[in-house]
């Protein structure tokens, strides 16, 4: 029994590992900057991990992937607000998303994350990190937030039966 159970804690820390990595490569690599909007994917590992574990593992994804991101990739300046907010997007989804992922849970999984982390908490790091004025840069976050709400439903809807397909199968729960 006492094997068995380090075997499922040796299997979750990997697993957690890899949505780090992978939240790492969706973040610093495969993400848009246009002006100060940034369209990515990254959400999909902070997701995953909320699916799988609940809402601490999956925010300390988010806030291990952005410190790691940070040191290892760095984009700016770093200011410990991001992580606080990557934390917190990781935590969204696990507690919406942790027992049954239905449609109106993702929906509210990603309205909160959008509409409230990504456009108003988010707005303030920058504005705070890089001295610009909060108002003029909320329209600009709006519209970002539009354009991520679509895209992370959808690919939330598409991804949730094989993500979880696979993840039963390998018996990574």
Do not use: H
Request: proline share 6%.
């Amino acid at each position: 029994m006492f094997e068995s159970r380090n075997g499922a804690i040796a299997k979750k820390v990997v697993m957690l590992g890899f949505l780090t990595a992978l939240y790492i490569v969706l973040e610093r690599f495969l993400s848009f900057n246009v002006w100060n909007m940034r369209v990515g994917f990254a959400f999909i590992a902070l997701a995953v991990a909320g699916m799988l574990y609940g809402p601490l593992p999956a925010g300390m994804v988010g806030a291990a992937g952005d410190v790691l991101g940070m040191l290892l990739f760095p984009t700016g300046p770093y200011f410990p607000g991001f992580t606080l907010t990557a934390f917190l997007t990781g935590a969204v989804y696990g507690i919406f998303l942790r027992d049954t992922v239905t449609t109106k849970k993702m929906v509210a999984a990603v309205a909160v994350n959008q509409l409230v982390l990504s456009l108003f908490v988010q707005t303030l790091w920058i504005s705070i990190t890089y001295g610009s004025p909060y108002l003029p840069l909320l329209p600009v976050r709006l519209t970002q937030c539009l354009i991520m709400i679509p895209v992370q439903l959808i690919a939330l809807q598409v991804l949730r039966r094989p993500i979880m397909s696979a993840v039963k199968g390998a018996g990574l729960q």
